[in-house]
Structures are given as structure tokens and as C-alpha cells.
């Protein structure tokens, strides 16, 4: 029997980035994608509260629950046998106090059986996170664009594009980093801000929309592989259109069904001539059968 991957750990993503080498991560949000993202060799598979608009079908990530990233968090958690699994905190699950957050994290670990979490926001909820770390749940941060405060933040736009904003997020950063984050996402910020960012830290950084200055890169799946083709931002990247392949498999199946080839004889079961006679029988004289 072949062995099981090994599971890979904080330290051998901080061990890959010392060894210049980027790390990847990317969004699941049931079992059977997050099966293929592991068997991709992924190295930080995350169950996103981008699920929202990928898995759920709302309008942004603001309505998304703890039960619901749970839901999906097990999916992927029970794929997964290398990846490091990272469970999205969703809006309103660790705003309102540390321990509401401490309480949000040990279930999204427990229940959800992710292996770390991810929330957004910089300086001012560098406390909250502090707190997640020391009940024992690795944190991984989320700075630049967070959606869940797009509307406080003028939509979903490029942050850090002035002088003040691009110090903010410097000090966001470092306060992560000074917290106990073991990593954080930078999204949708200057390329070079981002590159500042990621030599003045000592933990990685993973970018989306982030340039290539990052230590590491994260894409949601769904734009990697053109399933949701209704938006595509511009700083994610389609690289195959499987929306597409499933709008031409589901053409052929109804073209197969109406011509005929579908279903053919090695998709069908059989009885033998004898048994089907014997049954046709019976139905011509049901008072016969029954004798
Ligand atoms: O929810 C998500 O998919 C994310 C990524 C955009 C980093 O937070």
C-alpha cells in the first residue's frame, strides 16, 4: 500500500519560503475539489467565506455563518490528508469580544476540523487574534482589501494606494506579525507595498492581488478554473473554463438522450429472455400467476 502523504506543518511552509521557494495557496469548499487541490500538492488549502458567493449564491461574504463555514470546512477537512487546512472566520464571528472570537476559532478547529484560521482586519483587531493564538489556534492573517468591511472601505478596491494608506498597512502588518500570526494574505494592494511588507516581516506573506513580492500566492478556485463566470477580479487568473465543459457535457447529454445514443447497451442492465417472457406472462393473466 502506498503511504499517505505527509501532513505539512507551519514550519515547513516558514522552512519552503527560507529556501526561497513561493508556497500556494487556494480555496475549497466541498470534498471532492479539495481532494484534487490535495492531490495538486496545494500546500494551504483554504475554506474561504468567499464560499458565500462561490457554494451559496449571495451577494458577498457578510451574510456567511459560522454554521455554514463549518458545514463546508468539514467537507474539506475530511479530504484533506497534506494540506494545511485554514478555516475562514466569517464576519460577526470574532468582532465582539475575544472570547466570542476564542470560542469561533476552537469550533471552526473542532467542528470543522481545520488545522488553523484566517481572519481579516490589521492593527485593531491585532488583540483579537493575540488571543486565538494564546488558546492555541494558529491565525493567519488578512490585510489590503478585507471583503467583509468592503462597504467601510468605499467598495471592493485597491488599498494602500497613497502614502498614508500604504503606512497603515506597514503598521497593520507588523502589528499581525507582533500578535503571533503565523502568516498573513495581502489582498489587492501595490505590488511594491506588498514587497516592502514581506522584507520587513519575519513570517510569510501570501498575495492576491499582491504582485509577486509576496513569499506566496493565493487564488479562490472557482476563478482558477472558470466555475463561476459570472465575475472574474482582475488580479485572479482563469486557467481552464470548466463552466464552459459543463455547459458542453450537459448540450451532449440532452443532443445523446434525443438521438438516441444515450442510453447505450453497456449503460443498461439486462434480464434474461426466459424471466421477461415469465413476466409478460403474468401481466396477460395476473389470476394465473398468482395460482
Ligand atoms: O474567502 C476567501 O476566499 C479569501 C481569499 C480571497 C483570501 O479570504
Avoid: W
Avoid at 183 to 192: F, G, K, T
Amino acid at each position: 500500500m502506498a503511504d499517505a502523504p505527509k501532513k505539512l506543518t507551519i514550519a515547513a511552509i516558514a522552512a519552503k519560503v527560507a529556501r526561497g521557494e513561493p508556497f500556494f495557496q487556494v480555496t475549497a469548499v466541498d470534498y471532492p475539489t479539495a481532494l484534487l487541490i490535495d492531490r495538486a500538492g496545494i500546500d494551504l488549502i483554504l475554506v474561504g467565506d468567499s464560499l458565500g458567493m462561490t457554494a451559496l449564491g449571495y451577494g458577498g461574504t457578510v451574510p456567511v455563518t459560522m454554521d455554514e463555514m463549518i458545514h463546508h470546512a468539514k467537507a474539506v477537512s475530511r479530504a484533506v490528508e497534506r494540506a494545511i487546512v485554514v478555516g475562514d472566520l466569517p464576519f460577526g464571528a470574532y468582532h465582539a469580544s475575544a472570547e466570542d472570537a476564542i470560542r469561533n476559532a476552537i469550533r471552526m478547529q473542532k467542528e470543522g476540523g481545520t488545522d488553523v484560521v484566517k481572519m481579516e482586519g490589521g492593527e485593531a483587531f491585532a488583540g483579537t487574534a493575540r488571543a486565538i493564538v494564546e488558546a492555541g489556534v494558529p491565525v493567519m492573517g488578512h490585510i489590503g482589501l478585507t471583503p467583509q468591511t468592503a462597504t467601510k472601505l468605499g467598495g471592493f478596491k485597491v488599498q494602500g494606494k497613497d502614502v498614508a494608506g500604504s503606512l497603515q498597512l506597514i503598521r497593520d502588518a507588523e502589528a499581525l506579525e507582533a500578535a503571533g500570526c503565523f502568516a498573513i494574505v495581502l489582498e489587492a494592494i501595490p505590488d511594491r507595498i506588498a514587497g516592502l511588507i514581506t522584507e520587513r516581516l519575519a513570517i510569510p506573506t501570501s498575495g492576491i492581488g499582491a504582485g509577486p513580492h509576496c513569499s506566496g500566492q493565493t487564488l479562490v478556485l472557482h476563478d482558477l478554473i472558470g466555475m463561476f463566470d459570472r465575475f472574474l477580479p482582475r488580479f485572479a487568473k482563469r486557467y481552464c473554463n470548466v463552466a464552459e465543459e459543463i455547459g458542453r457535457a450537459l448540450d451532449d447529454f440532452q443532443a445523446e438522450v434525443r438521438g438516441g445514443a444515450f442510453p447505450a447497451p453497456e449503460n443498461c442492465f439486462t434480464i434474461k429472455d426466459p424471466d421477461l417472457d415469465a413476466v409478460r406472462a403474468a401481466l396477460d393473466a395476473p389470476d394465473k400467476a398468482a395460482e
